[in-house]
């Protein structure tokens, strides 16, 4: 069974940071890009970032380039997201994605940016 | 405002059919494959077409997808109460570099 676990979030004040991790299992994790989407309160999907299976291509929406990072451990299975100079904003639920079709999807962990 | 357009909200009655459409551009829908996803209340996305038109392991036959152009649409036959949901349509956009996202169209069962 493919599953995909998101851990890291939390509340956070404007300016801080966070590290969010996503532990991949039941696939073979190198062999799949893996995508950040975050769902803010009450709103649609967004793009966040994609790291490719050996690490070599990494992109960005405009939203958080310069502040977010995205990296992956193949051999420990997992994948994560920096996130530094956090916004209100940047406030959602964050969900780690597997694969270029974007098939399966982690349960997601809230982030809450707030004074 | 999304790079793909999906209409707000659709409704049909229990049984009938319902068809949903996902407009975007050359950079995206026109030369790259569409997906689809259910989220239901309170979960997370699940996939429910790939490649435009390929249904995703366990999705029964009352949901369908199709492409023409720079246009998709997902079809359900059938309609239950527990299709209820949000769908949204995505596809990467060549031109940003980015996977990109319809605002999502909200199903009512009435």
């Known amino acids: 069974e493919v599953r995909l676990v998101e851990s890291g979030g939390g509340l956070v004040k404007p300016g801080g940071s966070l590290r969010l991790s996503c532990v991949g299992s039941?696939?073979?994790?190198?062999?799949?890009?893996i995508t950040w989407v975050r769902q803010a309160p009450g709103k649609g999907l967004e793009y966040v970032s994609s790291?490719?299976?050996?690490?070599?291509?990494?992109y960005y929406a405009d939203s958080g380039k310069g502040r977010f990072a995205i990296s992956r451990d193949n051999a420990d299975n997992s994948a994560y997201l920096q996130m530094n100079s956090l916004r209100a904003e940047d406030t959602a639920v964050y969900y780690c994605v597997k694969g270029d079709q974007r098939d399966y999807w982690g349960q997601g962990t809230p982030v809450t940016v707030s004074s | 405002q999304s790079v793909l357009t999906q209409p707000p909200s659709v409704s049909a009655a229990p049984g009938q059919k319902v068809t949903i459409s996902c407009s975007g551009s050359?950079?995206?829908?026109?030369?790259?494959?569409v997906s689809w996803y259910q989220q239901l209340p309170g979960t997370a996305p699940k996939l429910l077409i790939s490649?435009?038109?390929e249904r995703a392991s366990g999705i029964p036959d009352r949901f369908s997808g199709s492409k023409s152009g720079t246009s998709a649409t997902l079809g359900i036959t059938g309609l239950q109460t527990g299709d209820e949901a949000d769908y949204y349509c995505?596809?990467?956009?060549?031109?940003?570099?980015?996977?990109?996202f319809g605002g999502g169209t909200k199903l009512t069962v009435l």
């Open positions: 490649k435009d038109d």
């Open positions: 995505g596809t990467w956009d060549s031109s940003l570099d980015v996977w990109v």
């Open positions: 050359n950079s995206n829908i026109g030369n790259k494959y």
């Open positions: 790291i490719s299976r050996s690490s070599s291509l990494k």
């Open positions: 039941g696939f073979t994790f190198s062999s799949y890009t």
